[in-house]
């Protein structure tokens, strides 16, 4: 149901955002993977999104800490497919430390790749969506931009932001076709989480098996983590027409973790 339309998505050379390009590759549309590794991985990736898709698939290296880089690769798009009509924020890190040793850089970056390279390539995409009368922006947010975690004080802040920065351009672009939504996931199983065990197995003087049962998949009454493919399915929805009257939503996908 995707065919003709270009969906741009950051830091989807990974995880949950690799499974949102394999999900909308699948519908039809035209896709912009970005982000880092592998290169010979990364091909292998694009060619596969471009067979699934029988579409377009390209590969933007932006880095997201720089503003330049993330305006011209949605204006890149453009010029490559003629629109972008599905922009996803998706990129993130992650640093877990208290705070008065978090490191300032960390700190920096987070708020840098997690909230400010969202407001850069809105501000580059709306104005085609707003010419064309149609558009999706989906921030990946996180369970973390509705309550808190300690020593996570960067990313819960940035994810937050991403929440307000949603309902901000949800309101501006109301009367335009365009929809603007966070996704909140509660823990998915992905890299990110992966890496983070070590520093929290520090942090709080936990095995890996304790952080892994009392930490992350404590807060998460379905004891499961959530699967990167359950997020996706959430993309499909909110990039379909009938999904045009959720705008500035905030919609949870955390195993009830945000209920409690
Ligand atoms: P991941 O580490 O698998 O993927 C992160 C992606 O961001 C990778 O493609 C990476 O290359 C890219 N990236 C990092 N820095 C970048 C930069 N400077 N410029 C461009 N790309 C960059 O992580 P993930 O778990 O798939 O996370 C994706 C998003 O989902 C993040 O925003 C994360 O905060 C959010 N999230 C994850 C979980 C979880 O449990 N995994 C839960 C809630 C929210």
Not at 4 to 13: D, N, P, Q, R, Y
């Amino acid at each position: 149901f995707l065919k003709g339309k270009t969906a741009v998505i950051t830091g989807s050379t990974s995880g949950i955002g690799l499974a949102y390009a394999k999900a909308l590759a699948a519908e039809g549309a035209n896709i912009v993977i970005n982000g880092f590794g592998d290169a010979a991985a990364i091909e292998a990736e694009r060619v596969a999104l471009e067979q699934a898709s029988g579409a377009g698939a390209t590969y933007s290296p932006a880095d997201m800490t720089k503003p330049d880089e993330i305006a011209a690769m949605v204006h890149d798009a453009e010029g490559r497919f003629g629109a972008v009509d599905i922009l996803i924020n998706n990129a993130g890190i992650q640093h877990v430390a208290p705070i008065e040793e978090f490191p300032i850089e960390k700190w920096d970056a987070i708020i840098a790749i997690n909230l400010s390279s969202a407001f850069h390539s809105i501000r580059a995409a709306v104005p085609g969506m707003k010419a064309r009368k149609w558009g999706r922006i989906i921030n990946t947010a996180s369970a973390h931009s509705l309550v808190a975690s300690p020593f996570k004080s960067a990313y819960v802040t940035a994810k937050h932001g991403l929440a307000g920065l949603a309902k901000t351009v949800a309101l501006e672009t109301a009367t335009f076709g365009i929809t603007a939504n966070c996704i909140s996931p509660g823990y998915v199983w992905t890299p990110l989480v992966e890496k983070q065990i070590p520093d929290t197995m520090k942090a709080r003087n936990m095995t890996r098996e304790q952080v892994m049962n009392d930490v992350l998949l404590a807060g998460q009454p379905t004891r499961e983590f959530v699967t990167v493919e359950q997020v996706a399915s959430l993309v499909l929805y909110l990039c379909r027409d009938e999904a045009r009257g959720i705008t500035g939503a905030n919609l949870s996908v955390d195993g009830g973790w945000t209920a409690q």
